[in-house]
């Protein structure tokens, strides 16, 4: 998912230096026995629901070229750190729920954030928890 969705004036914006994170919402994680589960984030205010889930009974996402002006765009994170995963470290709210995740793969820390970029007189902020994942490595 894009960081700024763009508009008549701004194009759409997919990384920017202010901003250390990835914007995604949905990532599909395959594992070399060739399982995959699906991490996404969800909100509901109402129920005091939200966070990150795994998905394991889930169909992967299809790989699909998005246009210049699409916000949304599938693709592999041939960049993402692979190998073994050395440790885990779950960050939880006072609902008990998974908020921030963090991986150390290959001894490479990946975070993984329930939030989103949004935009303030043009400075990034990053608000969470909300229903994107913001991915840090």
Request: with cysteine.
């Amino acid at each position: 998912m894009a960081l700024l969705q763009g508009g008549d004036e701004e194009p759409v914006r997919w990384t920017d230096d202010l901003v250390p994170y990835l914007q995604f919402y949905s990532i599909d994680i395959h594992f070399s026995d060739g399982r995959f589960v699906n991490l996404e984030a969800r909100l509901d205010d109402d129920y005091n629901y939200f966070g990150l889930f795994l998905k394991v009974e889930s169909p992967m996402l299809e790989l699909y070229e998005a246009t210049e002006s699409d916000f949304l765009r599938t693709r592999e994170l041939i960049t993402f750190p692979m190998g073994c995963i050395e440790d885990v470290h779950p960050i939880v709210d006072e609902y008990g729920q998974c908020v921030s995740l963090e991986l150390l793969v290959n001894g490479i820390k990946i975070r993984f954030l329930a939030g989103e970029i949004c935009w303030q007189d043009g400075k990034p902020e990053i608000v969470t928890p909300q229903e994107f994942i913001l991915v840090e490595f």
